[in-house]
């Protein structure tokens, strides 16, 4: 289902609720965070669920919001992810693709500042606002932590 080719412009959509897009909740703007939505296709907002991978070589990438132009930044310990200006040498901006295998085009994203973990739907929710977080990957019923990326 994904449609990634490489580096350009993608919407992440959580494979356990295909019906939701990851999104940037930008309503106070001194803290933007990710979060699940309803697919938004229309107007402004829409560039709050598109988001630009940029290739970086040795697989790893910046995502970066295409409505603020910020990089998706990782946080530890269960904490909602967020959108930031930093430096591009910071690690916590820095991530890798790794296909699921298994012939659904889907994804597992981690994080190179937190080794060992990928992006999470907290607690596999589908409600609007359900935060992002990174988290250890699960053995089974991790089909909240793999994404398809979509062109939109």
């Known amino acids: ?3 990634f080719n490489g580096p350009g412009v993608y919407t992440i959509v959580p494979r356990h609720v295909d019906s939701k897009r990851l999104d940037v909740d930008d309503s106070d703007e001194d803290n933007i965070r990710l979060q699940l939505y309803d697919p938004i296709t229309s107007g402004k ?3 709050d669920q598109q988001f630009m991978f940029a290739h970086l070589g040795n697989k790893e990438f910046f995502i970066i919001s295409l409505k ?3 990089y998706l930044t990782a946080s530890d310990d269960e904490e ?3 959108s930031e200006v930093l430096p591009p040498v910071n690690r916590r901006i820095r991530w890798k693709l790794h296909p699921v295998g298994d ?6 994203i981690s994080s190179l500042a937190y080794p060992g973990k990928v992006i999470d739907v907290q607690y596999g929710y589908d409600d609007n606002e359900t935060a992002i ?3 250890p990957p699960k053995e089974d019923d991790n089909e ?4 398809f990326l979509i062109s939109p």
Do not use: K
């Open 1 to 3: 289902m994904s449609d």
């Open 45 to 47: 907002q829409r560039y």
């Open 68 to 70: 603020h132009g910020t």
């Open 80 to 82: 909602q992810l967020t």
């Open 103 to 108: 012939g659904s085009g889907a994804f597992f």
């Open 133 to 135: 977080i990174i988290y």
């Open 144 to 147: 909240n932590q793999q994404f």
